[in-house]
């Protein structure tokens, strides 16, 4: 699949958006972190960034932005229409949540609740992002159990990765959010390494035998594309990355999303003040580039099976 | 307002399609289908098949869909142009029509005055060769040819010169009753639309279809066995065939002493056959135990034995000539079958599968007729085999004898024209061999006169050749010469090297139409290009003028000094006349119009129009009166209405007489047009069930025929088993008859004029290093594309706008080869880049691509980097028009018998590219400029965004 | 609507079936297709940089083509490829506006270009490259079974067909509604072994392709033996003897 910057950067940044407020609220129910009102503009305000940034940025692909209004219409069938929905329906309990701890100071009872609410609002958005992916039958390496895992998983990392950068900027860091960060990364580099290795041990049921249904015949051997020069669909579901580039990428998003972000994150577990801090922030940046980094590979490594009609042998 | 879906209520499926709905004729190629063209707001909605049309029945190819694009194409000339710079850099300026006629008739005109064969006059795919031959002969060149010489007037000959038809366009299979079909070297034809549509009813029939082609694409790709041949070989597999067959004696015996010359006699001395005092063949009948006329309709004649004529001279039956020569084990399938790349057993196998289609699934229609002697038959009985074959035959230098041979094949399972079999369409057959002869002796060619005959036309002996006093050449193709007797329809693909060489004599003017001669049509073409821009020592160009007509950017037009632009085909008249390629089928002769559909939006003309202008300027006597003033004033329309060629016989055959109700022969009707109009653009005409088959002896379509001026002579058409034209020309090889060959040219006439189909291996293949060249390189047509002129066309290009170089994946394995590699094609005269596509279904040493894709730079009004220029290519580099050097001699690469472009006899070695050079095909030549105001080619192209819904 | 409703009773399920045994791959559907939508339900189907270099436009038909086994017993097939009009399809489903829908009545799948908001789901979600985006007007487009020729009053009757069938040279292109067995379509498809692309996807295509027939290659094929008997006394006359004695008239 082409790997397009506005849905690459829309998944990565609305994913670590709606990670780190999901986790802001679990965090500040549980009073992981610091209760100050003030606490609530830095977290919720970079999360609602990186949320509306990430929106904005999916709306850029569209051929009519003026009309994405209309996309909120179908969500008893279409992924992306409850995503839609959820990503506003989320921005309530989100705005209820934050106006009440940043400007009442209230995080406390029923506005923990609420947070609680936005918390699991959040995380359903994601889950619903990834389902737009996990629903495509005719991609293989999205139509899959580790999907959704992943998404969420990397939407927990880097948001809390996020949220330890945070904590150890404000200063008063609690060893719990550095560990419930670590513990994230930890679980997003073992859900995808699964998904690599189930992309690279399983393909797709459909071959150019089923595409064309001239199995019966023996090997189908593509002979010619219908245009000499690229189609649509060629640009569009015809990217293919070269396998030596794919395993170089992917070692770059595993060192940037994963191991750095999991060593900085522990050392600044170790360490205390400005060092902490700067281990904590580089380990977020390390974590949203390498994210970047695998959201471009999700895309490129995916091999839709129109292919199948445009030369590849197997998808 | 969103639209209900589930109802589709407010979905409009009744729009109104268009404003008014025109019949004409497509000329997206040359096929000529019907078409009605739906106009909406003055502009072309749609074109679709004419469902009544006897070509197409309704339906349209990838071309004439795509008719809009080319009508509307920024390529498109619009005024006459007036080379500035110098040839083929693109510098024009525009001049005015009066200009540009005025121009050429002082060009011409002088030429006429002086010597008129310093025109050469060639026109490529043109419809209206029975006008611009007609213009020739009346300007007085000899000089003058259509595209038929490069294309496939080895089909032509050999047909007409053996059976009164042809393949090419002018006969078809029985669709409806063939058991059995076997198709020679198509990919694409004249016949596109029909083939299709026949291929298709045979397998909804459950007929067997055999493809015999080195390349398994299009049609060949529904065939229910496909035989990947060896080019240049077919001669021998059908001479094979014809082996097993006679071997088995599985021959129509009864065909062929009805209907060809296998009975009559043929001289032990001479080779000529032994003839009566009124000139009728002799046989020798049975029943009397003499010599009688072959002709006479009751004889028992022998078909072998050497019997002794009244005056002593010995003679033999064609027929024992025929089966000696083809029962000699060179000829068994196990002898041709690695040559050919095809095993024995199949070899053995397919002769046995036609002789059961022949013999014992004969096809009986219950209709009775009567042949040309009076005798009425019951029935008609069919051989339900049929056959067709074009360019892969036609374009080898042993193409004449290849497509004889099959002819041959035809005749031995009595297959010609019967039920099931291959038929003729009108306005064939005619008599055999055919008539008339060409014109352009040295005494018909003379200053400021007509010729007093066409200039193309079929020699029968060295008699009829168009030599100059000293023996040499009269026309600057050299057709006609010794080099290539039987020339039919000239050699196109000479003159451009000859007029530059001035070999045999320099012309002062190549005024040619509608053939990019400068490109695709050309051998060599890089060369060609310098020929046309070469300059004597004084600094004028070796060939002084060129005038061409073209409707579009070509890569001809740069190379010319004076530019006619014409109009597209929707925005003239034209005729498809019977005098020329006509509509014709086996059920009965048919001929079309074209209609101006649109009115032109830019300054240019109807190049016949312009013809006829030109020919009053000059005022040559078929289109003056004599007064002087212009015969045709109205232009082509007039002409089309008004010129007899002879008393009662027009360009069109149709509505004739002065109230419309004759057919064929009948005064010229005023309103003719109009009734072509009316009748959807075409005239036909249905022969009666009693005329359909057995055509050349079948009385009541010969007297029909006469009827309708196709023949002169309701007499029976023997077929040409033997060809004693061919004889003759070899006799004169011989030292035989009253006018012989020069010594140079002897061995070759000798080894070349065998009255019966003989196999030799092509030239470039006997002449070049076959270990240093390989791999045979063959072109086809793509059904998509007209040769040059689709890829001005925004939708037909999309299909195809760069070309590949195909081959066997094994080769390309053994070669080192892959896919999307580049590789390096090279002949003995040149080489090409061109990028790798691997396949299975092709012959191990062939390697092919489609033609005419590649182009050059700046053409076409295409962008200079458009894929044409950056990675098509062209074959054409790499085939030289001469032939090695023999003897201190090089013929032209050409079949030795008519002449015929011997394209397909490439041979060459393909070799990777190396990594710098990947990526972009080679030769790339310099980019052409463009004429002053071509049209700004669109970033979009929103066609049709006009009629959206609001 | 995006969701699938169940078809109207006494529905139709309109859809082709192209014949792969006779398609000689000649593109004339794919282009009079073109033609006839560039001006019609759908107008226009742009075409992009159409006389440079990287020139693509919108088809809603291509053909492609493909080789099936190897060797000299390969075969050639050429496959037009156009909207398979699939009775589930998650094209449809995948639609976040409501712009793609399966008509009830007749099973054709549409997409609205008034509420299209180009976000190409669709097309990820067509494993047969069906859809086709305009990038001009940035709204989805496709293949409409000629919805505005089937129905269309303005036409004969015998024309109210897809444009790409009534042009198919080869008769490779049928018409007709696939939900009734004792259609055309349908007995076509039943005697020849008609099949759906792709059925693991389960999209459940309308749209059926006849194979390929078997080649006939076989001895015996057309019931003509091996090769030809020789005459008995072939071997011992003279070749030529056999007809010395034959009398035919002429
Ligand atoms: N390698 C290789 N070369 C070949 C062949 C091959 O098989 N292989 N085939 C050969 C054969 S058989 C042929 S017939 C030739 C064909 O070669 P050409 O006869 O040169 O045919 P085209 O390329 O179609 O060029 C015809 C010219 O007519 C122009 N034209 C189109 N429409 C009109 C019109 O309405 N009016 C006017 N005045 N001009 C128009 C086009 O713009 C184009 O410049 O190519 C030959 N060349
Ligand atoms: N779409 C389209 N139609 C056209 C044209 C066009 O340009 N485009 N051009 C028109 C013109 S001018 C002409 S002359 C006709 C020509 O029509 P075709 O006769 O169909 O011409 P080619 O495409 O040259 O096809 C020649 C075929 O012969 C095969 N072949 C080559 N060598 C041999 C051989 O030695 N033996 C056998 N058995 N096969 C061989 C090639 O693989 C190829 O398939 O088409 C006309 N129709
Ligand atoms: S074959 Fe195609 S291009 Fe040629 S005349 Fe017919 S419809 Fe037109
Ligand atoms: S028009 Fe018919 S034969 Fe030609 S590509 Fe289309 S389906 Fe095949
Ligand atoms: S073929 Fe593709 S676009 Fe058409 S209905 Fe099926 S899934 Fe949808
Ligand atoms: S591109 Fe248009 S039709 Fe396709 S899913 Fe998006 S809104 Fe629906
Ligand atoms: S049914 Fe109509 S829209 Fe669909 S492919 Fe055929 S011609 Fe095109
Ligand atoms: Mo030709």
Request: aromatic content about 10%.
């Amino acid at each position: 699949m082409h790997p397009a910057f506005s849905v690459i950067f829309f998944t990565t940044s609305s994913g670590a958006g709606y990670g780190l407020l999901a986790l802001v609220a679990v965090a500040s129910a549980l009073g992981f972190v610091p209760a100050s009102g003030w606490f609530a503009v830095v977290s919720l305000g970079p999360a609602t960034a990186l949320i509306v940034a990430g929106l904005l940025a999916s709306t850029l692909h569209l051929g009519h932005p003026e009309r994405a209004w209309r996309a909120f219409s179908q969500v008893r069938s279409s992924w992306l229409s409850r995503e839609g929905v959820a990503a506003v329906l989320t921005f309530l309990p989100m705005a209820v949540f934050g106006i009440a701890w940043a400007f009442c100071g209230r995080s406390d009872g029923v506005f923990a609740l609420v947070g609680l609410f936005a918390a699991l609002c959040a995380t359903v958005t994601v889950f619903t992002t990834a389902m737009i992916y996990r629903s495509l039958k005719p991609i293989h390496q999205w139509h899959n159990r580790w999907t959704v895992p992943n998404y969420l998983a990397l939407s927990f990392a880097t948001g809390g990765l996020l949220l330890d950068a945070l904590v150890q900027i404000w200063g008063r860091p609690q060893a719990v959010v550095g560990i419930a960060a670590l513990v994230f990364v930890a679980m997003a580099a073992y859900l995808k390494h699964r998904y690599w290795n189930f992309i690279d041990t399983t393909k797709s049921a459909s071959t150019p035998e089923s595409a064309t249904g001239l199995g019966a015949r023996g090997k189908v051997r593509f002979l010619d594309a219908p245009h000499t020069e690229e189609n649509y669909l060629q640009k569009e579901m015809g990217f293919a990355i070269a396998r030596k580039h794919a395993v170089k990428l992917r070692a770059i998003a595993r060192h940037s999303a994963f191991h750095l972000p999991f060593l900085l994150t522990a050392a600044s577990l170790l360490l205390t003040g400005m060092p902490a801090a700067l281990a904590a922030v580089a380990a977020a940046v390390f974590g949203i580039a390498g994210t970047l980094v695998e959201r471009w590979l999700f895309f490129a490594e995916a091999k839709h099976a129109v292919t199948l009609y445009y030369g590849a042998s197997e998808v | 307002m969103p639209m209900d879906g589930s109802t589709g209520g407010t979905i409009d499926t009744s729009p109104k399609v268009s404003d008014e709905v025109k019949c004409t004729t497509c000329y997206m190629c040359a096929c000529r289908c019907g078409i009605r063209v739906h106009l909406r707001d003055g502009r072309i909605r749609y074109i679709e098949g004419n469902k009544d049309h006897p070509v197409n029945r309704g339906v349209l190819c990838a071309k004439g869909s795509a008719g809009i694009m080319n009508h509307y194409s920024p390529a498109r000339l619009s005024k006459p142009l007036l080379r500035i710079g110098e040839r083929g850099a693109g510098d024009f300026k525009e001049i005015e029509w009066d200009e540009a006629l005025g121009l050429a008739a002082k060009w011409l005109g002088d030429i006429r005055a002086d010597d008129p064969k310093k025109l050469a006059f060639f026109t490529g795919r043109d419809q209206s060769q029975s006008l611009t031959g007609w213009w020739a002969n009346q300007f007085g060149t000899p000089n003058f040819a259509a595209h038929g010489g490069f294309c496939s007037v080895n089909m032509a000959a050999a047909g007409l010169y053996t059976i009164g038809g042809s393949f090419w366009e002018f006969g078809e299979p029985d669709w409806e009753h063939a058991k059995y079909f076997m198709l020679f070297g198509v990919a694409e034809d004249h016949d596109s639309n029909p083939i299709k549509a026949g291929l298709a009813k045979l397998k909804a029939n459950g007929a067997k279809y055999v493809s015999v082609n080195p390349v398994k694409t299009g049609y060949q790709a529904v065939a229910d066995e496909w035989l990947g041949i060896a080019p240049g070989t077919d001669g021998l597999f059908v001479m094979a065939l014809i082996h097993e067959l006679l071997k088995a004696d599985k021959i129509d015996l009864e065909f062929l002493v009805r209907y060809t010359n296998a009975p009559w006699l043929v001289l032990k001395a001479d080779g000529l056959f032994a003839r009566d005092a009124a000139g009728n063949p002799l046989c020798w009948d049975t029943k009397t135990g003499a010599a009688a006329s072959a002709l006479s309709a009751d004889v028992s004649p022998k078909l072998v034995g050497e019997v002794t004529l009244p005056d002593g001279r010995k003679a033999t039956p064609v027929f024992e000539h025929m089966a000696l020569r083809y029962m000699a084990p060179e000829y068994a399938a196990e002898a041709v079958a690695e040559r050919c790349g095809i095993p024995v057993a199949t070899i053995k196998r397919i002769a046995a599968e036609l002789a059961h289609a022949a013999f014992e699934q004969q096809v009986v229609i219950d209709q009775p007729w009567t042949d040309w002697a009076g005798r009425r038959h019951e029935k008609m009985v069919g051989r339900p085999v049929s056959m067709h074959a074009m360019r892969g035959i036609s374009a080898h230098s042993n193409g004449f004898h290849t497509c004889r041979a099959i002819h041959l094949l035809q005749m031995l399972l009595g297959a010609i024209d019967t039920p099931g079999a291959w038929r003729y369409k009108a306005p064939f057959p005619r008599p055999c061999p055919p008539g008339p002869k060409p014109t352009g002796k040295p005494a018909q060619v003379n200053p400021g006169k007509p010729m007093g005959g066409m200039p193309l036309g079929f020699t029968l002996g060295p008699e009829d050749l168009l030599l100059d006093e000293a023996g040499g050449p009269m026309r600057i193709d050299k057709a006609y010469s010794w080099e290539a007797p039987i020339a039919a329809h000239g050699l196109m693909h000479m003159v451009i090297a000859n007029a530059w060489k001035g070999d045999p004599y320099p012309i002062d003017t190549l005024f040619m139409y509608m053939a990019n001669m400068a490109w695709n049509s050309s051998m060599n073409s890089a060369e060609t290009a310098r020929m046309l821009t070469d300059k004597r020592d004084d600094g004028s160009y070796r060939i002084p003028h060129i005038i061409y007509s073209d409707a579009f950017y070509s890569e001809t037009v740069a190379y010319s000094d004076l530019i006619l632009p014409d109009t597209t085909y929707l925005e003239r008249w034209d005729c498809i006349s019977l005098l020329d390629r006509p509509i014709c089928s086996a059920e009965g002769p048919g001929d079309a119009i074209r209609q101006p559909v649109v009115a032109p939006d830019r300054d240019v003309r109807p190049f016949q129009d312009v013809l006829i202008d030109l020919a009053a300027r000059l005022k040559l006597p078929g289109f003056t009166n004599a007064d002087g003033s212009a015969k045709f004033p109205g232009g082509y329309a007039d002409y089309i209405v008004n010129h007899e060629r002879k008393p009662g016989v027009g360009p069109l055959a149709g509505f004739r007489g002065t109230d419309g109700a004759k057919s064929g022969v009948g005064e010229p009707n005023p309103k003719q047009l109009e009734r072509y109009i009316e009748n959807g653009a075409f005239w036909r005409h249905h022969f009666e069930p009693d005329q359909l088959y057995f055509k050349h002896a079948n009385r009541g379509y010969l007297e029909a025929a006469v009827k309708l001026g196709l023949i002169d002579k309701a007499e029976q058409i023997v077929l040409q088993i033997y060809s004693e034209p061919m004889q003759k020309f070899r006799n004169a090889a011989r030292g035989i008859g009253p006018i012989q060959a020069p010594a140079e040219h002897r061995a070759r006439l000798e080894a070349h004029f065998d009255p019966l189909p003989i196999w030799y291996p092509t030239f470039e293949g006997t002449q070049v290093d076959t270990g240093e060249f390989p791999l045979h390189a063959v072109t086809q047509r793509p059904m998509p594309m007209y040769h040059s002129w689709g890829s001005q066309n925004a939708w037909l290009r999309q299909i195809m706008s760069h070309n590949r170089l195909y081959m066997n994946v094994r080769t390309a394995a053994k070669l080192g080869l892959a896919d999307d590699d580049w590789a390096w094609i090279t002949s003995h005269h040149g080489r090409v880049k061109a990028q790798i596509r691997t396949m299975e279904g092709v012959n191990p040493n062939t390697v092919w691509t489609w033609n005419a894709i590649g182009k050059r730079a700046g053409a076409w009004n295409l962008d200079a980097d458009a894929p044409e220029a950056t990675k098509g290519f062209l074959l054409n580099h790499l085939i030289s028009e001469l032939l090695p050097d023999r003897n201190g001699y090089r013929y032209s690469n050409s079949d030795p018998v008519t002449g015929q472009a011997a394209w397909y006899d490439l041979r060459v070695r393909v070799e990777k590219a190396d990594q710098a050079e990947q990526g972009e095909t080679s030769p790339r030549l310099p980019a052409i400029g463009h004429p002053p105001n071509m049209t700004k080619p669109p970033s979009i192209l929103r066609y049709g965004a006009q009629w959206k819904k609001p | 609507m995006t969701s699938l409703t169940a078809p109207l009773p006494g529905s139709k399920k309109l859809g082709l079936v192209i014949d792969l045994d006779t398609c000689v791959g000649c593109h004339a559907c794919a282009v009079n297709c073109k033609e006839w939508n560039t001006g019609g339900h759908s107008a226009p189907l742009p075409d992009f940089d159409p006389y440079g270099a990287n020139v693509s436009g919108v088809w809603f038909n291509r053909i492609h083509t493909f080789e099936a086994g190897e060797g000299d017993s390969s075969r050639t097939v050429h496959f037009p490829k156009s909207c398979l009009h699939c009775e589930t399809p998650a094209c449809v489903t995948v639609c976040p506006t409501g712009a793609s829908f399966k008509r009830a009545e007749d099973g054709i799948v549409l997409v609205n270009p008034d509420t299209c908001i180009g976000c190409k789901l669709c097309s990820w979600a067509c494993p047969y490259g069906a859809r086709e985006f305009d990038a001009d007007e940035g709204v989805m487009k496709k293949c409409t079974l000629c919805i505005d020729r089937i129905y269309n009053e303005n036409l004969a009757e015998n024309e109210r067909v897809p444009a790409c069938v009534s042009t198919c040279p080869a008769s490779a292109r049928h018409f007709g509604d696939l939900g009734d067995p004792s259609s055309d379509v349908s007995r076509l498809v039943a005697e020849r072994g008609g099949f759906a692309l792709m059925p693991e996807m389960e999209y459940a295509p309308v749209n059926r392709y006849l194979p390929p027939r078997a080649a006939k290659t076989a001895v015996g094929c057309t019931g003509a033996k091996a090769e030809l008997d020789r005459p008995a006394d072939a071997a011992v006359l003279h070749p030529l003897l056999r007809w010395m004695d034959k009398v035919l008239s002429r």
